[in-house]
């Protein structure tokens, strides 16, 4: 135990570490800003921008200056546009739940990932990599989804996604429930021809009719098999688990050529060799990425609309998701964050951070290494 006299001489040694003192700020900022400059050393008034800035990419505010829980709330603090012009990648949200089977609240996700987005920094401290001087990355708002109707919703998306990827843009995507994987994908292998997917989730997905419908977050890989929207032999799926409509539940993935990982092939052990493999089998082959949020364990990650116990841990996430560096990655996900479950809001703060590092892996990031 710490004495009250060291924690408090911890906590000035903490403080004075923070502080920036008279060091340059730009390339945390966005902007230069000083502790010995005359300007309020709070920092301007409002949010800089960038192009008030100079800087050639978006460059979030650093809580250093500006607080944390100020402005409007978009994914890692990054400005907003609301097309994908000019943008390498973009944040975008689909905001919906009406696809689920259990618990509902998926539609709010998007919303409650930005809000405890605010914690994120600029920088990746354990990979080092710097994505706001590598690309121009924005928060480009919500897909406008109809709550009401499922399917007018998928076309809504593979429009929307359409228009995005036809820039070059790479979408980093917060659900919402699974079912929006299938009308991205659509998008995605309009442009790219059937694309690799790392999926990583408790379940397959691969159902085919639930009560009688076509289209639910239980279905969207056999919607998209059955499109020939995927490159089956390059289809691994990691952290499959929770019991099972019959004895083999993952049959039909394996039939068609996936690699299935059920989750007790991941437990107790690191995920970097599973992924040093799945690199070998994608090659150079453009690959999305899909992350359903429940892949990790509920004590993770509860806020969620179909729980599955004895799942990953985040540090499992983390090295399936550093384990894609490298890959061409051509869109990722992550959905299925269900606010009104997450009490603690750990499972949106577990999205935001896993986003992040999402785009922390794209082509063309700039590490320091
Ligand atoms: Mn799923």
């Known amino acids: 135990m710490l004495s009250v006299l060291q924690h408090v001489r911890n906590r000035g040694d903490i ?4 502080r920036p003192c008279s060091r340059n700020t730009e390339h945390l900022y966005g902007f230069s800003a000083t ?12 949010t800089p921008s960038r192009t008030c800035s100079g800087k050639r990419y978006n460059v979030p505010p650093s809580a250093e200056f ?22 390498d990648a973009a944040f975008i949200g689909v ?34 990599a710097a994505p706001y001087e590598s690309l121009m990355v924005a928060d480009i708002g919500d897909v406008n989804v109809n709550v009401y109707d499922l ?20 979408p980093l995507t917060m659900g919402g429930d699974h079912t929006i994987a299938y009308p991205i994908l659509q998008a995605s292998a309009e442009k790219y021809g059937p694309v690799c997917l790392i999926h990583v989730d408790a379940h397959a997905d691969t159902s085919d009719v639930v009560l009688g419908e076509k ?13 020939g929207l995927l490159d089956c032999k390059r289809v691994v799926q990691i952290g499959l688990r929770g019991t099972g409509y019959s004895p083999d539940a993952y049959e039909w993935s394996r039939a068609q050529g996936f690699r299935v990982v059920q989750v007790e092939e991941c437990w107790f052990k690191s995920l970097a060799s599973l992924m040093a493999e799945v690199r070998a089998q994608m090659g150079s082959r453009p690959v999305y990425l899909s992350f359903d949020i429940d892949a990790l364990d509920p004590a993770f990650a509860p806020g969620t609309g179909t729980p599955e116990i004895a799942g990953l841990t985040p540090i499992q996430g983390l090295e399936i998701i550093r384990g ?12 299925e964050v ?10 949106a703060l577990t999205a935001a951070n896993l986003l992040f590092e999402m785009m922390c892996v794209l082509p063309k990031i700039k590490y320091y290494d």
């Open 35 to 46: 502790r010995t400059e005359t300007v309020d050393k709070r920092g301007p008034a409002i």
């Open 66 to 87: 500006v607080a944390r829980v100020s402005g409007i709330a978009t994914m890692g603090k990054l400005p907003y546009q609301n097309t994908a012009d000019g943008l």
């Open 215 to 227: 289209i639910g977050h239980g279905t969207p890989f056999r919607r998209c098999v059955e499109e």
């Open 15 to 18: 403080h004075r570490a923070l």
């Open 338 to 347: 269900s606010p009104p479950y997450d009490t603690t809001g750990n499972t």
């Open 324 to 335: 894609c560096r490298g890959l061409n990655l051509v869109g990722c996900d992550l959905v």
């Open 95 to 128: 905001p919906i739940d009406t696809g689920t089977s259990n618990r509902p609240g998926a539609r709010f996700g998007p919303r409650q990932i930005r809000a405890e987005s605010a914690m994120l920094r600029a920088y990746n401290s354990g990979t080092r």
């Open 151 to 170: 399917k007018d919703t998928c076309k809504r998306i593979r429009e929307a996604y359409r228009t995005i990827m036809a820039t070059g843009c790479i």
